[in-house]
């Protein structure tokens, strides 16, 4: 039996995103998090607590991209039509919040704060447009084989834009767990304070999205609802709810690592109900990995890249990761 070459991709491609939700999203929601944390010296250290890894973290974004070109060429032309504007706006704000990054430690006292207004915009307009361009692709994409249909404003719906809104309460919970394990003392006990009720938050959002999905789509409320279905999926509102019961236990005392690991969960959790809804379409709602594939010599012969580069990427990754541990004081950091 031969390697089910378009499953394989589709694994690939799903893992890669994840990464890149777990590793950018909480240093997205670092400038999330800035408007809550108005001390300048708190600020530097919130920085410095990504500041060795932040570039790398985005190479998994690179990573599915370019594996979705390669493997689903079909799927790369429809989503970035559909989706142009969107994504041009979010790498607007990855590369406004890039050169804030940089520019925001050499700046002078009188220019220092518009660097800090710029590194919060740009986390909140790429947080907030990844969002928005996950709820449009729920909704899925008018098409004729090859060609999208839809229009180039098809993309702002009332869904997307509540998807665009969740998606920055989540990442706002990852900076604030991830603040958590980095820091200490006065800004150690601000991030806890602020992750309980963002746990609120996005438990809310959550739940909405859940309820809103299938009631605006009948495929994925069969897909859920019927039997045995229903029974199979039940574990995963099940674990959402106890996990953020966790969340919100483990934010008692002095916590550590603990409420950002259960955060990873939830977040991997939400991304599970994202597939079971969808499998095995790439396009919603009925273009599946099998009709969106490359040629399986394509696919193949990038396959063997593939399979160099990603143990590369995740031992260096992993390398940094454990070379920069430990918890950031204030005066420490990037020059």
């Known amino acids: 039996m031969g390697i089910d070459l378009p499953v394989v991709w589709a694994v690939i491609i799903a893992f890669g995103l994840m990464m890149y939700v777990i590793m950018d999203g909480f240093d997205l ?9 108005p001390d300048r010296d708190d600020r530097d250290v919130m920085v410095n607590t990504v500041a060795p890894v932040w570039d790398g973290n985005e190479t998994w974004l690179v990573l599915g991209g370019a594996a979705l070109m390669a ?16 994504l041009a706006f979010m790498l ?11 520019f925001r430690f050499k700046a002078d006292e009188h220019h220092k704060p518009f660097w800090d207004y710029a590194f919060m915009g740009g986390s909140y307009a790429a947080t907030f447009f990844q969002g928005v361009s996950l709820g449009a692709f729920l909704n899925g994409f008018e098409t004729d084989g090859p060609t999208y249909l839809g229009g180039v404003l098809d993309w702002i719906t009332p869904f997307s834009l509540f998807t665009g809104f969740g998606l920055v309460a989540a990442y706002a919970l990852l900076g604030s767990t991830w603040l958590i394990i980095k820091t200490e003392g006065t800004l150690h006990e601000r991030m806890i304070a602020l992750a309980k009720p963002v746990t609120f938050v996005l438990l809310v959002v959550i739940g909405i ?10 495929d994925i409320a069969a897909r859920w609802f019927s039997y045995p279905n229903i ?4 574990p995963v509102p099940i674990l959402v709810l106890l996990t953020s019961w966790a969340i919100l236990k483990s934010l008692k005392g002095t916590p550590h690592s603990a409420p950002f690991l259960l955060a990873l969960f939830l977040l991997f959790l939400g991304y599970s109900g994202l597939g079971i809804s969808l499998w095995p379409n790439i ?7 099998r009709e969106a594939a490359a040629p399986p010599q394509s ?3 990038a396959l063997v890249g593939a399979l ?3 143990p590369i990427i995740l031992a260096y990754t992993a390398w940094s990761y454990y070379v920069f541990r430990g918890k950031v004081k204030v005066g420490d950091g990037y020059h």
């Open 283 to 289: 396009i919603p709602p009925d273009i599946s990995i």
């Open 308 to 310: 160099f580069i990603i």
């Open 231 to 234: 029974i199979l999926f039940s």
């Open 29 to 37: 929601g670092i400038g999330i998090l800035f408007p809550f944390v």
């Open 92 to 102: 607007l704000g990855l590369i406004c919040r890039g050169v804030a990054f940089e």
């Open 299 to 301: 696919m193949g012969f």
């Open 209 to 218: 999205v859940s309820l809103w999905t299938p009631m605006a789509h009948p």
């Open 71 to 86: 493997a689903f060429p079909l799927a790369y032309s429809i989503i970035l039509t559909a989706l142009y504007l969107p």
